[in-house]
Structure formats: structure tokens, C-alpha cells
């Protein structure tokens, strides 16, 4: 059998690359004058392309290329189309409600596009400075995101909050990954494992371990790294909120998943403890402070911190199960808020005439189809079932109980409880009649891109919550596949940097 | 088993369903929805007689079951069948759906079809709860229970209805987290979410005590509260007050009660036992106190929710006397107390929606202007209290009867008190609101009675209450087919202990 050509390990980071750079140049050239909006087709359409090219790789051997440095498994695959999907569905809802006359339309997409090149490859990557590229080049894109309305107050200010304090996360990481490199003599994920047990320097990769899970859950938003969240979502225009609350989220937890269960499996006892712990808090800290906001959009960052924490508690079940809840609730947890970001910037618009959870009030009298979607994806945050967001959180307390942390799955649950109050309120409020005033107002319109990006959202919940094995048993797949590299056995692949062609 | 037998269950469970897909389609005019809600909760109903029919009472163990791979990881099958516990459960929903859809008919003015298709969907949740012998896909349908309701109260309350509507929902879900806890807790001791199996496998699996005290214990945590069972009692009231009439009729009591009697004492025996004397305590005080405080409530929708506090505690002893009698008159009691509140919801909310209040004391001297609603008023009332030939009558002597010489005679002549403050405030509540001198309300509208579709509703119900007052064995029969499968008549006799009489049902 033929090695696969390297290039064809990365297939949907060369496409989405492409596409961005043709975003940008057609920009450039084009006169100013003309519109722009249909640069967001050609996004969309790169997008799925990627999509269309992670498939391709199902039809690969698994394997690694560029000298060991990227990979192709169940695993990769299952999170490079869940990104280009969310980054499918962001680039849709853009498309309807940006303002016509903006004149950044192209490096809008452009930017959308080249974060997602960059949330692709760290999925993919199995060497630390190529992840470390792959986050940094994910995180550019969406602090300058963050920041894209620049006629408010608060948009400057998110963008430099997430890129101060999201630089120093970064560092955090990459002194890690020295300390790790200092400790083994390599940055190689696989050969990190087999070498971890046996290095002398024991105390140097406990501390990169430590430092690395400081940049990780700093990315995934995870108590107590999460301060920067709520401004962030406040100040970001709700579509890039939809995409940075998901996608790089998504990117990050596989790098967690890849960190714990596959660099450093023999350190389970050092690491379950500190990610119990972070669960207990993220879930804790993000669900109390939620229930006393005003603001959707901070109530949903922190609802989204709480999140993170029952994401967490999948880490305490054993391999391949606590692999496979953790990649399905990621998948879960994207198609819901991606749709409830979806609602809300329709209900309030670009330049969002409705932060607060009181101006949502009579949603389903004034647009019972924006009403009934909104209390839907509600519904499916609580963890309602027959949704994505219940199994979510069955298959990952599951893993939990498996894993014998009950205690972490009664807190989880309880939490759970709660966050029903903050969403709820939300859901009730908007469902109660309003008064005559408020009637009159127009309702919003939904237009075909974004109508079809709804209708992603809903199909997406629906299928992970009444069918979810079409995504399950991949993520069994993925957990599976990823698991390659037992720890401490000199067989590991990747060591010879070549594609395992021996099959 | 014929091809409709294998498919019916699945039928009732989908065609509420697909009547809300299709009241959101059609247009709102010419209360297009409320005909498409009403010939799909009347086709269901029609559906839910069949099962009554073709039902095997001399036949143990499940009928109409189907059983097919659902989810493949963690294991989840849709596996749903009924017996005599649940048969006339289904049939009771079936019923009461057309019943709520004619309460709604002119109650309901905005938003229409959101209104019919959420109740639809509750039609659907609540027959998924009655018929599911997964324990993933019972818990589904019992969370999606609380959804279309919660909504609804929220979108029509009378004064909060938010708030209500939080307060319901909460009151249920945070019970049902350590629920799901415990069912995580036994799928990963036993790999198996299948009712039948589990039972099987906990009157063999030797668990310790202890933990599965807890496993038990939040079982029932989550079932009394849906009850509800004093002193958990806290969200009934706001609820009645603000659901919308429809909604109101089924909100408290038989999803509880049911999931109590197979999934409490049906999968924890042992455990059930155990806890039966404080289950026993807190129902007899649960009779007392609700009827009490229904006596001194001036809104009539709190005053129902006291009664069915009282009504409910009142089965509740019954099925936790663990004996035959109590269970079916448990069980008799449950189908009695559907019907009959469906009829006073009914009609309390035809006085509401005409005068628009509920404060007892502007009412007064109805009788003369709407003798219909009287009449019928008084029936279902009578009916209610237990007067001997009607529906209330039988359920109540079976549960008095059973705890009285099963149970504990002081328990059973305390509960016999609650009979009487029971007719005190039904009675006294008949007289306020029809009799009297006519008050300034009476005379304030002109009077117009019950319409035909309500009339049409209301016979039907009045001759049920006759019936299942004077012909029980059309309905005991069947029920005792269930009810003799869990371990009854074991709790005051060690010797008899369960774990040998489970297994032979298991393994069938």
C-alpha cells in the first residue's frame, strides 16, 4: 500500500487556508464601493469543502505525516467535521445579520476561516510547537473577532481583556511544553508517553503538566481560569460568540484529551484529581454567578463555564470511555449553542437592542418561530431529554459513575439543577405575554442563510439527543483509535515518523 | 400477537405527536387548531380502548410489548409494554386529552397553536411514562413531562406565571438529578437500564444495604415530590392557581403515584419495605393536613390543590400499605380522581373564564342562573367525597380497607377523618359558590350555561363516575393483574419475604 502523501494529512487545513487567502486577495482587489456579503458564500462554501476533505480522510490508513508531527485517526476526523461544521454554521448566521455596509466584511470571513485553519490543525497535531503554532494561530483570529464591533465601548475592550490575558495562557502552555521538552528530550506527543515514565527529571514534567493544564482550561474557560469569559461575550458580536464559545473550545479539549489520556496516561493520579477538582468549581462558580445575570449574553458565558465543568467530569472515566463522552458532549454542546448564539443575534440584532433577559419578554407572542427555537435550545442547556444537551450529559456522568466518581456526578447533577433556574427564567420570561406596546414592535425576519444554519442547529440537537449514535459510536471510534500509544511500550507509532504502512 | 398488537403502544406514544406537527402546520382561522387537537386526542383515545380489549388479565407479566435496540452505547433500548398497574393509566390519559382540549376550547384565544401542540406533546410525554420499561427512556419521558407543561404555565398564567412555572419545574427536576444518579449508579453496577432485568438482578445481586438504601431512597425522593407527598407539598399550590385548566387536571398525582408502584416498590422491594411505615405516616398527615387547609382557602384553584394533596396522600397510604386491597384500590383511586377532577377542572374554569376571578366569596347563588353547572357541580362533587355508588366511594374503602386490617387500625380510623373533612370543604364549597343569596357577580353577567361540546364531554364523564361506582369489576380485575406482581402481604411477615416470589417474574 502506498504511503499517503503528507499533504493529504492536513487536506481540510490546506483547503480552509486556501480559501482564506482568496477571501483576502478578492478583498483587496475589489473596488471599495462593491458588496461584500458575497465573500461569506465563498467562506461557507470553503468550509464545507473541508468538511467534504476531512471525510476523504476516512478512506486513509491512520497514521501520522510530516515527519510525525500531524495525524490522521478516528479521532482527528471526528473533531476537524464537527469544527468545520460549527464554522459552517457561524459563517451562515454571518451572512444574515452583519450590517450591509461594512466595509470589513472580507477580513471577517477571512478571519473566521484562517481560525478555524488553526483549531483544525491543533486537533491534528501530535507535536507540541506544531500545536503550539495551531493555537496561536486559532487565537489570533478570534481576539482580532472579538473585537470587530469598534464603534462600541465594549468591543476594544474584549478584544484586548481575551488577548492579554489569553497571551499569558499561551505562555503558560509553552513553558510547559519546555519544561516537558527539558524533562524527555522531545516534543513528540507519542514519544513523550513512552518516555514520561521512565525520565529522571519526574518533578520537571509534573510542572509542565501543571503549566500546560493552566493554558489549556484557560482556553476551554474552565474555573478558575475563567474571568475573561463574560466581558469577552459581552463586548464580541453574538455570531463570533457563537463560534468562540464553540469551536476553539472544541479544539481545546481535544488537545486536553490528547495531553492527559494520550501524552501522559501513567500520571492519572496526578491529573484526575486537579480536573475533578476544576470540574467542581467550573460547574459551581459558572452556574451561581449565572443565575444573578441581567445580560443574555453573560448569563450564557457563564452558563458556558458550567458547561466546561460537566464536560470535565467525563475526564474521570476510564480510557476510551471517558474519551468517548467527553468528544460526544463537545459535539452536543456545539450544536446547542451555536443555535441559542444563532437566536439571540436574530432576536436582538447586530448591534444587539436587547442584552437584557426582561427585553425578551413576549419572544413567543411577537415570533412564535424565534420563541419556540430559543426555549428549544433552553431546553436543551437544561439537559432536557430527547435533546443533545441530555445525552450529553448522560454519556458523560456515565463515564463519570463508571469511573467511581459519584460525588462529582451528584455535584454535576445537582449544578444541573440549578442551572435550570437561569435558563429557565430566560425561557419563561420570553414565553409570557407582553404587554400591547411590545406586541407591536416588528417582529424579527429570518433569512434563508441563517434559516438554514437554524435548521442545522435544530437538526443537530435533535439527532444527538433522539438518535445519538450516529455520532457515539464515532466518538467510540475516535476514543478508541486515539488510544494507540500504551504507555511505556517501545512499539508506539510516530517514533519512526512514518505512516504505519505495515498493515 | 397480531401486527396492530406489536405496534399500538408505539402508535399512542407517536400520534400526539404527529397531531402537534400538524397543528403547527395549519392555519390559525376558524379554530383550526383546536379541531385538529381535538379529533387527534379523540383518535388516540380510540387508540388506548384497544388496549383495554385485547388485554389478557388471567395472563401474567407484560402485554403489547415491544423491545428493540435503541442507542448502542451506553446500552438504551425502547422497551415499553403494560400490565394491569398501568392499562388503565394509558386509557385515563387517553380520556382526559379531549376532555382538556374542550376546556381549552374558548379559554385559549392567543397563540393557539403553540397551546394544542405542547399539549399534544404532554399527551405524549405523560404515555411515555405509563408505558416505558427502560429506565433511560422512562426518565426521558418523565423530564419531557415537565417541558410543555412549565411553558405553558409560563405563556397563560393568571397573575406570575414565570414564576409559577419555575417554581413547578424546579420543584420536579432538582428531585430527579439524584434520580438519574442512581439509575447511572446501577447501569454501572448491572450494565442493564431494563426494568425486568434489573429486577431480577437486585433480588440477586446481594449490593450492600446501604448504598442501595440510597439507590431506593432517591427513587422515592423524586416520585413524592411529583406526587406530591407532605411535606414536599410546596409547589401544588401556585401551580393549580396559575396552569392553565387543561394542564391543571393532570399535573399532580398519577405520573408519582404510578412511578411509586413500579419503580419504587416494583425494583426495591426490600428497601420499600423498609420505608413503608414513614411513607404511611407522612400520607396519613398529608390526608389531614391538605384537607385542612383546603377548608380555609378563599381561591378555589388552591383550595383544589389542598384536596388533591388530600386525595393523593390518601392512595399514597394505600400504596404503601403494600397490600392487594390498598393497591387496587390505589389504583382504582388514581383512574376515580382523574375523572372526577377532570370534570371540576372543567368546570371551575367555565366560572373563571365568565366572571374572572377565583376568589371564593365573590361567588354566590349560582345555582339559579346556571343550574347545569350546578348540577353537574354537585355530582362531581359527591362523586369526589366518596358518596357509596359513585367512583370516589369504591377506591377509598378498598385503600381504608386494606390499611385497616393489613396495616394499622389507628392509622386507618385517622385517615377515615380526612373522608369527613373532605366532604366538609367540598361540600361548603358547592354552597358558597351556587347557593346562597345571588351575589353581585351572579347578577353582573347574563347567564349562559354550559355550551353543547362541553355538555358533550360532561355526560360521558358523569356516567363514568356511575359506573365505576356501582360496576368496579368491570376495571379489578385487570388491575389486580398487576398488582399481584410486586411482594405484597410480606411487609408485617418476614417468612414471605420477597426475593423468591421476583425472580419467577422475572424470568418468565
Known amino acids: 500500500m502506498n504511503p499517503v502523501p503528507d499533504i493529504f494529512r492536513i487536506l481540510p487545513e490546506v483547503i480552509l487556508a486556501l480559501t482564506g487567502v482568496l477571501i483576502m486577495l478578492i478583498d483587496a482587489t475589489l473596488p471599495s464601493h462593491r458588496s461584500r456579503r458575497w465573500l461569506g458564500w465563498v467562506a461557507a462554501f470553503g468550509a464545507m469543502a473541508a468538511l467534504w476533505g476531512s471525510l476523504v480522510q476516512l478512506s486513509m490508513p491512520e497514521g501520522t505525516g510530516f515527519s510525525g508531527t500531524v495525524e490522521t485517526s478516528a479521532f482527528t476526523i471526528f473533531f476537524h467535521v464537527l469544527i468545520c461544521a460549527i464554522v459552517l454554521v457561524t459563517i451562515l448566521l454571518s451572512l444574515d445579520t452583519l450590517p450591509e455596509n461594512s466595509h470589513h466584511q472580507g477580513e471577517f470571513y477571512a478571519l473566521i476561516v484562517f481560525g478555524a485553519v488553526g483549531m483544525c490543525l491543533l486537533t491534528g497535531a501530535v507535536e507540541l510547537l506544531v500545536v503550539f503554532i495551531a493555537l496561536e494561530i486559532s487565537s489570533i483570529a478570534t481576539y482580532v473577532l472579538a473585537g470587530y464591533r469598534k464603534q462600541t465601548g465594549r468591543g476594544p475592550e474584549a478584544a484586548i481583556k481575551y488577548f492579554l490575558l489569553g497571551s499569558f495562557a499561551t505562555a503558560f502552555l509553552l513553558y510547559g511544553i519546555a519544561l516537558i521538552f527539558g524533562a524527555t528530550g522531545t516534543t513528540q506527543i507519542y514519544e513523550i508517553s513512552r518516555l514520561a515514565p521512565i525520565a529522571e527529571n519526574h518533578s520537571f514534567i509534573l510542572a509542565g503538566l501543571g503549566l500546560m493544564l493552566v493554558g489549556i482550561l484557560f482556553k476551554v474557560s474552565a474555573a478558575p481560569f475563567h474571568v475573561w469569559t463574560p466581558d469577552v461575550y459581552e463586548g464580541a458580536p453574538s455570531p463570533v460568540v457563537a463560534l468562540m464559545s464553540t469551536a476553539p473550545k472544541a479544539a481545546a479539549f481535544a488537545l486536553l484529551l490528547r495531553v492527559v489520556y494520550e501524552m501522559l496516561p501513567t500520571l492519572r493520579p496526578v491529573w484526575e484529581p486537579l480536573l475533578w477538582v476544576v470540574a467542581v468549581l467550573s460547574m459551581t462558580v459558572g452556574n451561581l454567578a449565572a443565575l444573578r445575570q441581567q445580560n443574555v449574553k453573560r448569563m450564557l458565558a457563564y452558563s458556558s463555564i458550567a458547561h466546561a465543568g460537566y464536560l470535565l467530569a467525563a475526564f474521570a472515566g476510564l480510557g476510551n470511555d471517558g474519551i468517548a463522552a467527553a468528544s460526544f458532549y463537545i459535539a452536543a454542546y456545539a450544536a446547542m449553542n451555536v443555535g441559542i448564539f444563532a437566536v439571540i443575534t436574530l432576536a436582538s440584532g447586530y448591534d444587539e437592542k436587547l442584552p437584557l433577559i426582561d427585553d425578551f419578554r413576549g419572544l413567543v407572542y411577537r415570533s412564535p418561530l424565534l420563541g419556540s427555537l430559543l426555549i428549544f435550545f433552553l431546553a436543551s442547556l437544561v439537559g432536557i431529554p430527547f435533546t443533545g444537551g441530555f445525552f450529553g450529559k448522560l454519556t458523560s456522568f456515565s463515564a463519570a459513575v463508571g469511573g467511581g466518581a459519584i460525588w462529582l456526578v451528584i455535584i454535576g447533577l445537582l449544578n444541573s439543577g440549578l442551572a435550570a433556574a437561569y435558563y429557565l427564567r430566560l425561557a419563561f420570561v420570553a414565553s409570557q405575554r407582553p404587554g400591547d406596546e411590545r406586541l407591536a414592535a416588528p417582529a424579527p425576519q429570518v433569512g434563508f442563510a441563517v434559516g438554514a444554519a437554524l435548521l442545522f442547529a435544530v437538526a443537530a440537537t435533535l439527532v444527538l439527543g433522539i438518535k445519538p449514535d450516529y455520532v457515539v459510536l464515532p466518538a467510540a471510534e475516535a476514543g478508541a483509535h486515539t488510544l494507540q500509544a500504551p504507555p511505556a511500550e517501545t512499539s508506539a507509532p510516530g517514533v519512526a515518523a512514518l505512516p504505519p504502512p505495515q498493515r | ?508
Request: proline share 6%; charged share 10%; glycine share 8%.
Open chain 2, 1 to 508: 400477537m397480531t401486527a396492530i398488537d406489536q405496534s399500538i403502544l408505539t402508535l399512542i406514544l407517536l400520534l400526539p405527536l404527529a397531531g402537534a406537527a400538524l397543528v403547527l402546520l395549519v392555519p390559525d382561522r376558524l379554530r383550526l387548531p383546536n379541531w385538529v387537537a381535538l379529533l387527534t386526542a379523540l383518535a388516540t383515545f380510540g387508540l388506548t380502548l384497544h388496549l383495554p380489549v385485547h388485554f389478557a388479565a388471567a395472563q401474567g407479566g407484560f402485554q403489547f410489548e415491544v423491545n428493540r435496540m435503541w442507542i448502542e452505547g451506553p446500552k438504551i433500548f425502547y422497551h415499553v409494554g403494560i400490565d394491569g398497574l398501568s392499562l388503565w393509566l394509558v386509557v385515563l390519559t387517553g380520556l382526559l386529552a379531549p376532555v382538556g382540549v374542550v376546556a381549552s376550547w374558548n379559554a385559549i384565544q392567543e397563540r393557539r397553536k403553540l397551546f394544542f401542540a405542547l399539549f399534544l406533546a404532554q399527551q405524549t410525554a405523560m404515555f411515555g411514562v405509563f408505558i416505558s420499561l427502560d429506565l433511560i427512556l422512562y426518565y426521558g419521558f418523565w423530564e419531557l413531562s415537565l417541558v410543555p407543561m412549565a411553558i405553558l404555565i409560563a405563556m397563560y398564567g393568571r397573575k406570575d406565571g414565570p414564576k409559577a412555572a419555575l417554581k413547578f419545574f424546579l420543584f420536579t427536576f432538582i428531585p430527579s438529578a439524584p434520580l438519574l444518579v442512581a439509575i447511572l449508579w446501577l447501569y454501572a453496577r448491572t450494565g442493564s437500564f431494563d426494568y425486568t432485568t434489573l429486577q431480577v438482578l437486585i433480588a440477586h445481586g446481594n449490593f450492600p444495604a446501604y448504598q442501595m438504601f440510597w439507590v431506593a431512597l432517591a427513587f422515592l425522593f423524586a416520585f413524592a415530590v411529583k406526587v406530591p407527598v407532605f411535606p414536599l407539598h410546596g409547589w401544588v399550590a401556585d401551580t393549580f392557581s396559575e396552569a392553565p385548566v387543561a394542564l391543571a387536571m393532570v399535573v399532580a398525582g398519577k405520573l408519582g403515584l404510578y412511578s411509586m408502584l413500579r419503580f419504587h416498590i416494583g425494583l426495591f422491594p426490600a428497601e420499600a419495605r423498609d420505608v413503608a411505615p414513614v411513607m404511611v405516616g407522612l400520607a396519613v398527615i398529608g390526608i389531614l393536613y391538605g384537607a385542612c387547609l383546603a377548608l380555609v382557602q378563599r381561591d378555589f384553584w388552591r383550595l383544589m390543590a389542598f384536596a388533591a394533596l388530600s386525595h393523593l396522600s390518601l392512595i399514597t397510604l394505600g400504596i404503601y400499605g403494600l397490600t392487594l386491597t390498598g393497591w387496587e384500590g390505589a389504583v382504582y383511586q388514581i383512574l376515580n380522581h382523574g375523572v372526577v377532577d377532570g370534570a371540576l377542572f372543567l368546570l371551575l374554569g367555565v366560572l373563571y373564564d365568565r366572571y374572572r376571578t377565583s376568589e371564593i366569596g365573590d361567588y354566590g347563588g349560582l345555582a339559579a342562573k346556571l343550574p347545569r353547572t350546578a348540577t353537574f357541580f354537585v355530582f362531581a362533587s359527591l362523586a369526589m367525597i366518596g358518596l357509596p355508588a359513585l367512583g370516589g366511594f369504591v377506591g377509598e374503602f378498598l385503600i381504608l380497607l386494606g390499611t385497616f386490617t393489613e396495616v394499622s387500625k389507628g392509622w386507618a380510623i385517622t385517615a377515615t377523618l380526612g373522608a369527613i373533612l373532605g366532604a366538609a370543604y367540598m361540600l361548603w364549597l358547592v354552597q358558597r359558590l351556587f347557593f346562597g343569596p345571588e351575589s353581585r357577580l351572579a347578577l353582573s353577567k347574563p347567564p349562559e350555561d354550559l355550551r353543547a361540546g362541553q355538555m358533550a364531554v360532561l355526560w360521558p364523564l358523569a356516567a363514568l363516575m356511575l359506573v365505576m361506582g356501582v360496576a368496579p369489576m368491570v376495571w379489578l380485575p385487570t388491575i389486580e393483574q398487576g398488582a399481584r406482581r410486586p411482594p405484597l402481604k410480606i411487609q408485617y411477615e418476614p417468612a414471605l419475604v420477597a426475593p423468591t416470589s421476583i425472580p419467577a417474574e422475572g424470568q418468565r
